[in-house]
T-cell receptor
Framework: AQSVAQPEDQVNVAEGNPLTVKCTYS??????LFWYVQYPNRGLQFLLK??????LVKGSYGFEAEFNKSQTSFHLKKPSALVSDSALYFC????????????FGGGTRVLVKP | NAGVTQTPKFRVLKTGQSMTLLCAQD?????MYWYRQDPGMGLRLIHY???????AKGEVPDGYNVSRLKKQNFLLGLESAAPSQTSVYFC??????????????FGPGTRLTVL
């Protein structure tokens, strides 16, 4: 069965500093990986995805993520965090061999302080 | 485009009552999904549909039923609500692309409290 782990419940970072949100996954086949962001009282918004190809994926709002197959990781990064990046971030994986269902991690709350 | 909309936004039920949550999408997506979100548990898939007239069970289907009579609508029903069903419910939809579906688009959520 596929699974996703986000080891940090919360990440605190000062505005202007680099931001990293960690994600590791487990699948039986080739993974499709996604990052979503959720702002307070809102639904999830798509940030970026990895399907195949370049291991560094660029997405919305200046975010990027690096796929590392040997470490089964897909960490989300932003070079310079903004206060407006404060939100809940979810990593998700779809195992192509297991159909089209998406499995989400538990989420990481990001707090960017001015 | 309105995207994915959900009705109602908030609801309070008493144990044993029934209700239906409505999800509508105007993007002509084939796939639609119902999730519940509970603190620290991410989103868990309740039921999903790969097309009009089809439904399938997800990770936590017990206590819920769904119907997809029209391509643009996906209904989630609770026949006899229980306090354990207190949660925030999200509907999502997506295209189907060769090799796997595309990213999912989410509605704003329905906050349900069962007393």
């Amino acid at each position: 069965a596929q699974s996703v782990a986000q080891p940090e419940d919360q990440v605190n970072v000062a505005e202007g500093n680099p931001l990293t949100v960690k994600c590791t996954y487990s699948v039986s086949g080739n993974p499709y990986l996604f990052w979503y962001v959720q702002y307070p009282n809102r639904g999830l918004q798509f940030l970026l995805k990895y399907i195949t190809g370049d291991n560094l994926v660029k997405g919305s709002y200046g975010f990027e993520a690096e796929f590392n197959k040997s470490q089964t990781s897909f960490h989300l990064k932003k070079p310079s965090a903004l206060v407006s990046d404060s939100a809940l971030y979810f990593c998700a994986v779809r195992d192509v061999a297991a159909g089209n269902k998406l499995t989400f991690g538990g989420g990481t709350r990001v707090l960017v302080k001015p | 485009n309105a995207g994915v909309t959900q009705t109602p936004k908030f609801r309070v039920l008493k144990t044993g009552q029934s209700m239906t949550l409505l999800c509508a999408q105007d993007m002509n997506h084939e796939y639609m999904y119902w999730y519940r979100q509970d603190p620290g548990m991410g989103l868990r898939l309740i039921h999903y549909s790969v097309g009009e007239g089809t439904t399938a069970k997800g990770e936590v289907p017990d206590g819920y039923n769904v119907s997809r009579l029209k391509k643009q609508n996906f209904l989630l029903g609770l026949e006899s609500a229980a306090p354990s069903q207190t949660s925030v419910y999200f509907c999502a939809s997506s295209y189907w692309l060769a090799g796997g579906v595309d990213e999912q688009f989410f509605g704003p959520g329905t906050r349900l409290t069962v007393l």
